[in-house]
Structure formats: C-alpha cells, structure tokens
C-alpha cells in the first residue's frame, strides 16, 4: 500500500502537497505489480543520464492505452480531437526541456522519462517550468503511470504525456 512506503523513498515535494493529492501521488509510485519506485523527484541529478538510445519504445496506441483505459480526464472524445501536430510544436518551441532517463535497478522492468516542461498555455508573462514524469514497461512500452507538478497533471494524465 502507497501509506506504507518508506520515507526513503519519497521527496520533500510529497510532503507539500495537499493530502488528497499526497496519497494519489504515493499511489502512482506503487505499481501494479507491487513493485515500488522511486519518487522521481527524490533520484539525485547526477543518476539520470540523457541518452535516447535507452529509451523504451513506445507507440500512439502506448499513449492511447494509458490515457483512455486509466482513470483520467481524458475521454475517446477528448482524444479524437487531439491536434497531432501539437505536440512536435511543443518540442520545437521549447516547451519540453531536456528529457532524461533513469533505469531504476537492472531487475525492474520500468524506468522512467523525466523533463521540465512550459505550460502550453502560459499564465501572462510567467515562464514556470513544471516536473513532469512517466513510468514505462522498458519491455513493452506501455506507460503504467505518470505525474506532472501542474495542478491538472498531480490528478491524472496531462498533456505533457504528448510530448513524450
């Protein structure tokens, strides 16, 4: 259960945030397998390494499966209006930051993208940068799950999802 992780494990972020928001965070870093991850934001800079080639493939309907079969805001509805071009756009406007990888040990299956991104609809004049990250099955590619600091991304999947 995400109540009984160890405070190892967990950021100082967890502790800022509202408890609602705190437990579904320590959900999402509790896999459905039992296996738990780090807290993203606790891993030191320094053990993250930026190299594409370790990334995990992941496809569309990798995407797809993750934003409709999980509980989120988004609908098939929602989905099929997708902009596809939306998400090169951000990369190339420099939304999306520099995106880094960490393995998280030889025996799991998962690792994790990790990148500061610019929301897409900045707030005035206001360039915050928000933390977000995704769990991935490096096997097979499918997102188990994933969080975004912004308020919209600490509740479910958000867009930043497709800029991965």
Known sequence: MAS??????VSQYVGTLPDNDRLLYLEKLVLTSGEEIPDPKSIGEADWIVEIREW????????????????SLYTKEKLCAYKSLDAV????CGHVQE????GISPESDFCLLRSLVLPSQRQ?????????????????????TANCTCIAGRLGPDNFLQHY
């Not at 995990?56 to 509980?71: E, K, Q, R, V």
């Not at 004049?125 to 490096?138: G, M, P």
């Open 4 to 9: 009984a992780r160890r405070s190892s494990f």
């Open 56 to 71: 995990p493939i992941i496809s569309w309907p990798d995407i797809h499966g993750y934003l409709i079969d999980m509980p």
């Open 89 to 92: 756009n951000y990369v190339l």
């Open 99 to 102: 995106i880094k990888y960490h």
């Open 124 to 144: 005035g004049s206001s360039s915050t940068l928000y933390d977000a990250w995704v769990c991935i099955s490096k096997s097979q590619g499918f997102i188990l």
